[in-house]
């Protein structure tokens, strides 16, 4: 009895987290890959300003994977508001806010820094690039303050 139970238990968990992942993965590629591309652009930069560090290189790594766990711990915040919201009989129209919120803010910060790291390349950027980005990022952060309060 209790083995079926676990095995219940166990496939409910990863039905809803495939549900939840398919539509938080598009948004989780493309954070993968500015990630890679900031880590690169960041590793040009260093090299050529002669401030190449492998801690510092070390830490950039273990601060991009720290991005996922605040994505996880945003998806557990996601189903903790769904789950107790249907508990005490409120229907949500969604079941992701959250873990969308925080991998679309971090991509942002993401391309801020990569025009950030071409800048300091020397590749000539258009100064409206960096205010619409910059802009997007406050869009992004107004609005999840609205919506929490």
Do not use: H
């Not at 166990?10 to 900031?38: E, G, K, Q």
């Not at 789950?83 to 959250?98: A, N, P, R």
């Not at 205010?131 to 997007?136: D, G």
Request: hydrophobic share 55%; charged share 15%; net charge positive.
């Amino acid at each position: 009895m209790e083995n079926r139970f676990l095995k219940v238990t166990f496939s409910a968990f990863l039905t809803l987290l495939v549900y939840y992942m398919n539509i938080i993965a598009v948004p989780v590629i493309i954070l993968v890959f500015v990630m890679a591309a900031d880590y690169l652009t960041g590793l040009v930069s260093a090299w050529i300003n002669a401030e190449l560090s492998s801690r510092k290189g070390l830490f950039g790594i273990i601060k991009k994977l720290c991005y996922l766990f605040a994505i996880a711990a945003a998806m557990g915040i996601d189903w903790l508001i769904y789950s107790g919201m249907g508990q005490i009989g409120i229907k949500l129209d969604y079941t992701v806010f959250f873990g969308v919120l925080v991998t679309i803010w971090l991509i942002i910060n993401e391309i801020i820094s990569i025009l950030e790291n071409l800048a300091k390349i020397g590749v000539p950027l258009p100064k409206f690039l960096m205010a619409v980005i910059k802009r997007l990022k406050n869009t992004t952060e107004n609005k999840f303050e609205s919506e929490v309060k």
